[in-house]
Each structure stands twice: as C-alpha cells, then as structure tokens.
C-alpha cells in the first residue's frame, strides 16, 4: 500500500532563516506531487504541482520554491523565511484520476 | 478557471440529525469531487467521492449528490455522531491534475 511522509512534523524558525520541508512516496511510481498550505483555522492553498521529475508548477508567486530529485520526492524550499509563512504544509500524492492522499503535515512556526 | 464555493462556513447540529453541506463550481468541465475530513490537527482525509456520470453515491451514512446542470454538489451525513465534529472540504477536478477545494465547513455536533 501507499504511504507518504513528511518531515519535520514540526519546525520554529527566525525570520530570515532558509527552509527545507520533505516529503516522500512510497508504493507508487510516477505520482503526481503537490504542496499546499493552510493557515490557522483557514482552507488548503496549492503552492506547487508536479507531474513528473523536475515539472514544477507554481500557483502562487511567493518567496518559497520547490524541487523534485526524484520520483518520489517532493521538497519545498525558503532562502528567507517571512512571518506570513507560518502555518500548517501539507503534502499531498495523486493518482491519474485526480484522487490524492494527503502526508501528516509540517506545522511551521516563523518567529 | 475553477471557482468552488462552499457553505455554509459553520454548522451546528443535534446528535442523531443529519447535516448538509453544499459546494457550488464553476467550470462544466470539472468531473470529479471529492470530499475531505479534517480534524483539529490533523491532515484532511478523503471521506468519499463522486465522477460526473452518477447522480449519488453512498457509504453507509455519507451520500454525496451531484447536479451537473446546476454545477453543485453536497454532503449529506445522517444520524450524525460527536465523532464527526470536524472541518469538511469540497473540491473539484476536471482534468488539470490539481483539485481546487471549497472553504471548508466547521461541524458541531452537539450532545
């Protein structure tokens, strides 16, 4: 069966400082791999999609980027966090029929 | 592109009554909707879906229902129980590999 992971489960960071989030898939090939955030007590927004190695898209222009090595491999990067990036990052693996499985999350908090 | 609309933004009901949340969409492509649970901390959860080409589909108290002239779609949850507190997304798909989700609903039950 299919599992995803995400990791750190939970990060406080400074302003200014650079992220790392990663996520990975196991049991599957080829996923569709995507990156949503969700501020406190608000609705998931799409940050990133990826239907392939090195296909990233972005829906939002931000300061955060992402990044797919491999197949099952999903990381969202910072160079310079800001205060409006806390939250909850959730990341999510989908099928060709547009299903998709949400990862345990990273709660980040920016200080 | 898509545009989901979802209500209502809270909702409180009895144990043992059923509760409804309705999402509207705008685009008659879109043919697939799903929808989410998510409890306080935790990553959504798919709960059930629905494809354009049926009206209704049910898993024991859950039925989602699909009108594609009038582009909307609800959640019916019946004899509800404190365990289903929680907060509920709709989404929508029609082909783009990315779901645009609904505002999510806060569900009370109450004892």
């Known amino acids: 069966s299919q599992t995803i992971h995400q990791w750190p489960a939970t990060l406080v960071q400074p302003v200014g400082s650079p992220l790392s989030l990663e996520c990975t898939v196991e049991g599957t090939s080829n996923p569709n791999l995507y990156w949503y955030r969700q501020a406190a007590g608000r609705g998931l927004q799409l940050l990133f999609y990826?239907?392939?190695?090195?296909?990233i898209s972005s829906e939002v222009p931000q300061n955060l980027s992402a990044s797919r090595p491999q197949d099952r491999q999903f990381i969202l990067s910072s160079k310079k966090l800001l205060l409006s990036d806390s939250g909850f990052y959730l990341c999510?693996?989908?099928?060709?029929?547009?299903?998709?499985?949400f990862g345990p999350g990273t709660r980040l908090l920016v200080l | 592109g898509e545009n989901v609309e979802q209500h209502p933004s809270t909702l409180s009901v009895q144990e043992g009554d059923s509760a409804v949340i309705k999402c509207t969409y705008s685009d008659s492509a879109s043919n697939y909707f799903p929808w989410y649970k998510q409890e306080l901390g935790k990553r959504p959860q798919l709960i059930i879906d629905i494809r354009s080409n049926v009206g209704e589909k049910k898993d024991q108290r859950i039925a989602v229902t699909l009108n594609k002239t009038a582009k909307h779609f609800s959640l019916h949850i019946t004899e509800t129980q404190p365990e289903d507190s929680a907060v509920y997304f709709c989404a929508a798909a029609g082909g783009a590999q990315k779901l645009v989700f609904g505002q999510g609903t806060r569900l009370t039950i109450n004892p």
């Open positions: 999510a693996w989908g099928t060709s029929s547009e299903t998709q499985y």
């Open positions: 990826s239907v392939g190695i090195g296909q």
